[in-house]
């Protein structure tokens, strides 16, 4: 049974509560946030750690501002509400962990602090620095300074990356509907409910629907994407219906009626693997032969003689991607020579290196340390 794994198996969830959850009849469910908070007190009571993602900021800037809801925000607008919207969210917030004796948070991230690697630590160790005095963060994207090209896009994948960097081992995506339907069950009444999800294939992400609500950004195609992040680092991830009464313990108690579990199959990976995986700054391409697909796929470093092209220019500390002849993804890695070097000692032995440069940092174009298969990639 689906529900013989549980939350309070984990050491630490991340939850995600989307916005149609936080509104009602477009006001701010505050009994929902007191409810919700009794819930999060349940899991600590249990020894189980949290970190929140909340949606939200946005509507209740609109409402702030006294813009209509039905009107499309230029960027400059959004952010001003989000600006407004973010204090009153974690009044709301702070109102009502306050009666549970709960004390919150609030951390804002741009993509810059996932991307950058150092930045990327800073955030986990302020994470771990928060969840050790007891404080529980509630997280959500900068959207007072973000833009649309550096933006995560929805806050389903924001609590995924979160996880990701926290090293969770549970993700919870709580929204308006149950799970994954193969069809829209808004649209289609009698429809088959997937409880479990073992693989996502194209046949699962069909299933997935783009569709939203007035107050978020995400439907369930960007729900599945995000169990697919958790997955690959080896955490699980339930979407669920956050409508219901005491909605987590409905999960604990009966996970398979209320919720679609995306049960990762993959070992844990280092931070710095994890990083990797997700990155989205990758600077060039490597174009390798079959030996050296059969070696790093077997836990070998990437040695300079395997490399038949290299595509744009990098330099040393970079993140590129690998690949074969027929441009099929292998993997990614942080290399440890610039374009430019590896240019010149493509297709050479290693003690070439010397030879052709005058120096030699390392024998390894990318250490396997430094180097991820593309199944477990973002």
Known sequence: ???????????????????????????FDYIWLDSFAKEIKYLRERKVKVLLVASGAVSLGKRYLDIKDYKIL???????????????????????????????????????????RKKNLNVRETINTLLEYGVIPVINENDSVATDELKFGDND?????????SDANSLILLSDV??????NPFKNKKVKFIPKVMEISNKIKKMASSDTNIYGSGGMSTKIEAARIA??????????????????????????ENGTWFISKKKKLSHFKRWLASSYNVFGEVIIDKGAILAIKGGSSLLPSG????????????IVEIRSEKK??????????DSDEIEKIKGKKTPEIFKILGYSDR????????????????
């Open 157 to 165: 994948r924001l609590a995924a990356i979160v996880a990701q960097i």
């Open 178 to 183: 149950k799970g994954l339907y193969e069809k």
């Open 231 to 256: 997955m690959n680092f080896g955490c699980n991830t339930i979407i669920c219906s956050g409508k219901i009464k005491n909605p987590i313990k409905k999960i604990i108690n009966n996970g398979n």
């Open 74 to 116: 230029k960027i400059n607008e959004k952010q001003a509400c989000a600006s407004c919207g973010q204090n009153i969210l974690m009044q709301n917030f702070i109102k009502s962990f306050k009666k549970q004796k709960i004390k919150v948070s609030q951390i804002l991230l741009t993509f810059s602090e996932i991307e950058d």
């Open 363 to 378: 024998d390894e174009i990318i250490h396997r340390d430094n180097f991820i298969l593309d199944d477990k990639i973002k």
């Open 307 to 318: 490399i038949l092209k290299i595509i744009g220019k990098f330099s040393r500390g970079d």
């Open 1 to 27: 049974m689906i529900n013989k794994f549980s939350i309070l198996d984990s050491k630490l969830v991340v939850i995600k509560v989307g916005s149609s959850l936080l509104f009602n009849n477009n006001k």
């Open 328 to 337: 099929k993804l292998i993997g990614r890695g942080v290399v440890s020579y």
